[in-house]
């Protein structure tokens, strides 16, 4: 099956009053303030489909907009392109959120997914009323998909009565197209992979170096056989183009330090209380656990970096032929990363598109 190449679709542009600050602040934690941009989201899609892809992520916090409402306006800019909306767990019924899945599945001609999530940090899954801690949003998420996908499918009317959920007589009113690629998940942990190998069609592995790429992919693979099922694999790619390796690498300089000096300027508060950095202080991974104008600064310099500390930097061929060891590790998503915001920009995707379609020779190490 022929690698599929995914986007992303934000509901409006980066912050930044230049193409060059936009690119920049791409890498840096996103502002909990985020606009709909009709014409912002309709232009991004379209655009990806005219550039090749296959699809592209619409992504979810407690403060952005609508994911689902953001892939409709996005499905109906495009004609092919297809759409995975992030959906956390917890924050609608299952029966509800499975109608809006089974609506956009049918206005769309089945171009529409769910990629579902737990939620990383607990403060922002508590921005929206949900106070469970981690281990018990995972059982409640196996509640909720067995559910979901017995809704999806009843003929009759369903009575559920569990520890989370109680519906009587639910039945929906509309089914998914047969054989529509619904769900993805991505979470790492055990319970993560056991909840892809039993209800999604997509898992999602972490980015992480080539070996451990292909041990995750056999251990999801293994689960889901054990289920009677199949996964398709999905690897996110963080990516810097340019026209040659050295000018690639002089643009990965370039963002990082205008990244760094943007996102801790004149309007670095903005950036101070990222959800990517609430996920941080939970972790421990940052110097505090609460927003501290003191520390916040190096806790946004920390994230720039690591954010670009794997990129894929170099040409579209140079690009491509690292990609193409994650299609022979088993990845059948790749999901392009990288800032678009000029006609050169654009001109380097179509080119790596173009190089990751040709005939590739299948390697099996770095």
């Known amino acids: 099956m022929e690698l599929e190449l995914r986007g992303g679709v934000r509901a409006a542009p980066v912050a ?11 890498w840096a934690p996103d502002p909990r303030e985020r606009t709909a941009d009709p014409a912002h989201i309709a232009r991004t899609a379209r655009e990806l489909e005219e550039d090749g892809l296959d699809s592209a992520l619409v992504v979810q916090s407690s403060s952005w907009p609508d994911p689902w409402a953001v892939a409709g306006w996005a ?19 299952p029966t509800a959120a499975a109608r809006t899945l089974a609506t956009l599945d049918r206005l769309s001609g089945g171009r529409i997914s769910a990629h579902l999530v737990i939620g990383s940090s607990d403060a922002d899954v508590a921005r929206d009323g949900d106070t469970l801690p981690k281990a018990e949003r995972y059982r409640r998420a196996d509640e909720y998909l067995s559910l979901l996908t017995r809704y999806l499918a009843a003929e009759d009317d369903l009575d559920h009565h569990g520890e989370y959920y109680t519906v009587r007589a639910a039945r929906s009113g509309l089914r998914p197209h047969p054989g529509s690629e619904l769900l993805s998940f991505g979470g790492s942990s055990p319970a993560g992979v056991d909840l892809a190998a039993r209800y999604a069609q997509v898992y999602a592995v972490p980015p992480r170096p080539l070996p451990d790429t292909r041990l995750r992919i056999a251990a999801a693979r293994a689960a889901a056989t054990r289920h009677g099922r ?25 963002l990082r330090r205008d990244a760094l000096r943007l996102a801790t300027g004149p309007d670095a508060a903005r950036y101070h209380d990222a959800v990517a950095l609430d996920r941080d202080r939970e972790r421990g991974t940052a110097d505090t656990a609460a927003v501290d104008p003191d520390t916040a600064p190096t806790q946004v310099a920390a994230y720039i970096r690591r954010s670009l500390a794997g990129a894929y930097t170099g040409s ?11 299609r022979s590790a088993g990845v059948d998503i790749v999901q392009l990363d990288l800032p678009v915001e000029t006609d050169h920009d654009r001109a380097l995707r179509r080119a790596l598109v173009a190089q990751l379609r040709a005939p590739a020779p299948l390697r099996r190490a770095w």
């Open 230 to 254: 199949t996964l398709r694999i999905w690897r996110h790619v963080t990516v810097v183009l340019a026209d040659t390796d050295t000018a690639a690498q002089q643009h990965l300089r370039r």
């Open 16 to 26: 930044g009053r230049t193409p060059a600050e936009r690119q920049a602040l791409r």
């Open 75 to 93: 499905l109906a800019a495009t004609t092919r392109l297809r759409i995975a909306a992030a959906h956390r767990i917890g924050t609608t019924s």
């Open 316 to 326: 579209p061929a140079t690009v491509a032929a690292r990609i193409n060891l994650l």
